[in-house]
C-alpha cells in the first residue's frame, strides 16, 4: 500500500484558524442569539476601494476582447507590476531591488510555506515561539519534529523579541511586525540579526506583510533597510492586509540576486534562479485581474485610499488598546501593528479566555497558546473590524465581571 508522509502525523490536528472557526460555529449553532463579534483571524472587513475596483474592471473586461484576452501569464508576475513594486516599495526609499528580483505570489501564507522547497533538510531552522503557526507546521511537514527545529522564546522578559542565539542557526524565520504580538524590531535591533546572518552564513526570511501599519520611523519597513541584508535575506510582503485582498490573493517575494547559498559540494549558488525554478515548475502565476488590481494599489489614488483603509485599522488598534488600558489589563502591539496582545487576566490559560470571552461576551479572538508554548497565558485581538463592532467589543469587555 501507498505510504504517506508521517511528519503530518506530528502535526496539531487542525490548522489553528480552522479549530477557532470550527469552534465558534459550534457556539453559534447552539446560540444562534448571540451576536458574535470577530477579532479573530486577521482578515479585513472593508470593501475594496473604488481605484482597485475600477481597475479590476477594466482588466475583466480586457479578458473578454479577442485583442486583450490573456491566458497564462508569467510565473514571476507581468512586468508592469513588478515594476512598480520596485520603484514605489523599495528604490524611492533608497533601496536597490530590481523587478526581476521580485516574484508576485498568490498570498504570504504559500509563499513563506512554499520557500523550504529551495532549502536544504540539513539546514538548522529558528523560528520565534509564539509565531504565526505556517512556519512551524510547514517546517514540521518537512523535516519533522526534529532536534533541527530551534525554537526561540520570545516572552514578556524579552519584550517578545528573540535573542541573538549563541549558537549557529542556518535559517531564521522573522516577521515585523509581529505576528502575533504586534511587537516590532528598531533598526538596531534588526541590525543585530542582518549581522548574526552575514557572520554564520544563514538565512533570514523576513515576513513584512504588516509593514504598512508601522507608524514609527525608527522601525524598519523592509530587512533591505539595513546595510548587506541583500547577501542574507529573503522579504515576504503581502497586499491582504493594507489593502484588502485577503480574498483577491496577491503577494511578493524579494530574492535578491546576491543572496547565495552553499550545495553539498561546497558550490556558491544564487538562491535567485532556485525560486525562479520551484515558482515555473508548481506555480502558473497570480491571475491577471489581481495583479491588474494590485497594480492600481501604486497609483497615487490607490495610494490615498490604501492608506485610509491602514489608518481606520489602526484607529480600531487605539480603540482596543484605551478600553484595555481603562480595563486595567496588561497588553502589548497595536501601535505599529493590527494585532493587540494582551495577558490573559487572573492567570487565566489561553483557551480558557477564549471559552470565555465567547460564551460571556461573544467575541472571538485568538488564544495565544495556539500560536506557540510561549504564548500560553495571552491572547491576540485584531483591528480588522468595523469601529462600530471594535467599539461594542471594547464596551463589553469593560463591562465583564470574570
Ligand atoms: C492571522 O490571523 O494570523 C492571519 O490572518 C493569518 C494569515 O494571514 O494567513
Redesign the pocket.
Given at each position: 500500500m501507498f505510504q504517506i508522509n508521517e511528519n503530518y502525523l506530528q502535526l496539531n490536528e487542525s490548522y489553528?484558524?480552522s479549530t477557532i472557526a470550527r469552534r465558534v460555529e459550534n457556539f453559534s449553532a447552539s446560540h444562534p442569539e448571540a451576536d458574535i463579534i470577530r477579532l479573530?483571524?486577521?482578515?479585513v472587513t472593508l470593501p475594496l476601494p473604488p481605484s482597485i475596483l475600477s481597475a479590476m474592471h477594466s482588466a475583466v473586461d480586457e479578458m473578454g476582447v479577442k485583442e486583450t484576452f490573456r491566458g497564462y501569464g508569467p510565473e514571476q508576475g507581468y512586468a508592469f507590476l513588478r515594476e512598480k513594486i520596485s520603484e514605489i516599495d523599495f528604490r524611492r526609499r533608497g533601496i536597490d531591488i530590481s523587478p526581476d528580483e521580485i516574484f508576485v505570489g498568490d498570498?504570504?501564507?504559500s509563499d513563506t510555506g512554499n520557500i523550504g522547497d529551495i532549502l536544504g533538510d540539513d539546514n538548522v531552522v529558528g523560528i520565534t515561539d509564539p509565531v504565526?503557526?505556517?512556519y512551524l507546521d510547514t517546517n514540521i511537514m518537512r523535516l519533522g519534529k526534529s532536534s533541527q527545529i530551534v525554537l526561540l522564546p520570545c516572552n514578556e522578559e524579552n519584550g517578545f523579541l528573540p535573542g541573538i542565539p549563541s549558537h549557529h542557526l542556518d535559517v531564521i524565520y522573522l516577521c515585523y511586525p509581529n505576528?502575533?504580538t504586534g511587537t516590532v524590531m528598531d533598526r538596531k535591533q534588526l541590525k543585530q540579526w542582518v549581522e548574526y546572518a552575514l557572520e554564520n552564513r544563514s538565512l533570514i526570511l523576513f515576513d513584512a506583510?504588516y509593514e504598512a501599519f508601522i507608524r514609527d520611523n525608527d522601525v524598519p519597513r523592509s530587512i533591505y533597510e539595513i546595510e548587506g541584508a541583500t547577501a542574507c535575506a529573503i522579504e515576504f510582503r503581502?497586499f491582504?492586509?493594507n489593502a484588502g485582498f485577503?480574498g483577491l490573493r496577491c503577494s511578493y517575494t524579494v530574492v535578491p540576486k546576491a543572496l547565495k547559498a552553499r550545495s553539498v559540494d561546497g558550490d556558491e549558488l544564487p538562491i535567485h534562479s532556485l525560486w525562479n525554478r520551484r515558482q515555473s515548475t508548481k506555480f502558473n502565476g497570480t491571475p491577471y485581474i489581481v495583479q491588474k488590481a494590485a497594480e492600481a494599489v501604486y497609483s497615487p489614488q490607490g495610494q490615498q485610499e490604501v492608506g485610509n483603509m491602514v489608518a481606520y485599522y489602526m484607529r480600531n488598534a487605539a480603540i482596543i488598546r484605551e478600553g484595555l488600558a481603562e480595563k486595567g489589563w496588561t497588553f502589548f502591539g497595536g501601535e505599529n501593528s493590527p494585532?493587540i496582545w494582551l495577558k490573559c487576566p487572573d492567570g487565566m490559560d489561553s483557551w480558557t479566555f477564549f471559552d470565555r470571552l465567547l460564551q460571556e461576551c461573544h467575541i472571538v479572538g485568538?488564544p495565544g497558546v495556539g500560536?506557540g508554548s510561549e504564548g500560553e497565558g495571552y491572547f491576540?485581538l485584531?483591528a480588522?473590524n468595523s469601529h462600530e463592532k471594535t467599539a461594542e467589543a471594547v464596551e463589553r469587555i469593560k463591562k465583564w465581571e470574570y
Amino acid at each position: 500500500m501507498f505510504q504517506i508522509n508521517e511528519n503530518y502525523l506530528q502535526l496539531n490536528e487542525s490548522y489553528l484558524f480552522s479549530t477557532i472557526a470550527r469552534r465558534v460555529e459550534n457556539f453559534s449553532a447552539s446560540h444562534p442569539e448571540a451576536d458574535i463579534i470577530r477579532l479573530g483571524i486577521g482578515d479585513v472587513t472593508l470593501p475594496l476601494p473604488p481605484s482597485i475596483l475600477s481597475a479590476m474592471h477594466s482588466a475583466v473586461d480586457e479578458m473578454g476582447v479577442k485583442e486583450t484576452f490573456r491566458g497564462y501569464g508569467p510565473e514571476q508576475g507581468y512586468a508592469f507590476l513588478r515594476e512598480k513594486i520596485s520603484e514605489i516599495d523599495f528604490r524611492r526609499r533608497g533601496i536597490d531591488i530590481s523587478p526581476d528580483e521580485i516574484f508576485v505570489g498568490d498570498g504570504s501564507k504559500s509563499d513563506t510555506g512554499n520557500i523550504g522547497d529551495i532549502l536544504g533538510d540539513d539546514n538548522v531552522v529558528g523560528i520565534t515561539d509564539p509565531v504565526y503557526p505556517v512556519y512551524l507546521d510547514t517546517n514540521i511537514m518537512r523535516l519533522g519534529k526534529s532536534s533541527q527545529i530551534v525554537l526561540l522564546p520570545c516572552n514578556e522578559e524579552n519584550g517578545f523579541l528573540p535573542g541573538i542565539p549563541s549558537h549557529h542557526l542556518d535559517v531564521i524565520y522573522l516577521c515585523y511586525p509581529n505576528n502575533p504580538t504586534g511587537t516590532v524590531m528598531d533598526r538596531k535591533q534588526l541590525k543585530q540579526w542582518v549581522e548574526y546572518a552575514l557572520e554564520n552564513r544563514s538565512l533570514i526570511l523576513f515576513d513584512a506583510a504588516y509593514e504598512a501599519f508601522i507608524r514609527d520611523n525608527d522601525v524598519p519597513r523592509s530587512i533591505y533597510e539595513i546595510e548587506g541584508a541583500t547577501a542574507c535575506a529573503i522579504e515576504f510582503r503581502s497586499f491582504s492586509k493594507n489593502a484588502g485582498f485577503t480574498g483577491l490573493r496577491c503577494s511578493y517575494t524579494v530574492v535578491p540576486k546576491a543572496l547565495k547559498a552553499r550545495s553539498v559540494d561546497g558550490d556558491e549558488l544564487p538562491i535567485h534562479s532556485l525560486w525562479n525554478r520551484r515558482q515555473s515548475t508548481k506555480f502558473n502565476g497570480t491571475p491577471y485581474i489581481v495583479q491588474k488590481a494590485a497594480e492600481a494599489v501604486y497609483s497615487p489614488q490607490g495610494q490615498q485610499e490604501v492608506g485610509n483603509m491602514v489608518a481606520y485599522y489602526m484607529r480600531n488598534a487605539a480603540i482596543i488598546r484605551e478600553g484595555l488600558a481603562e480595563k486595567g489589563w496588561t497588553f502589548f502591539g497595536g501601535e505599529n501593528s493590527p494585532y493587540i496582545w494582551l495577558k490573559c487576566p487572573d492567570g487565566m490559560d489561553s483557551w480558557t479566555f477564549f471559552d470565555r470571552l465567547l460564551q460571556e461576551c461573544h467575541i472571538v479572538g485568538t488564544p495565544g497558546v495556539g500560536f506557540g508554548s510561549e504564548g500560553e497565558g495571552y491572547f491576540r485581538l485584531t483591528a480588522f473590524n468595523s469601529h462600530e463592532k471594535t467599539a461594542e467589543a471594547v464596551e463589553r469587555i469593560k463591562k465583564w465581571e470574570y
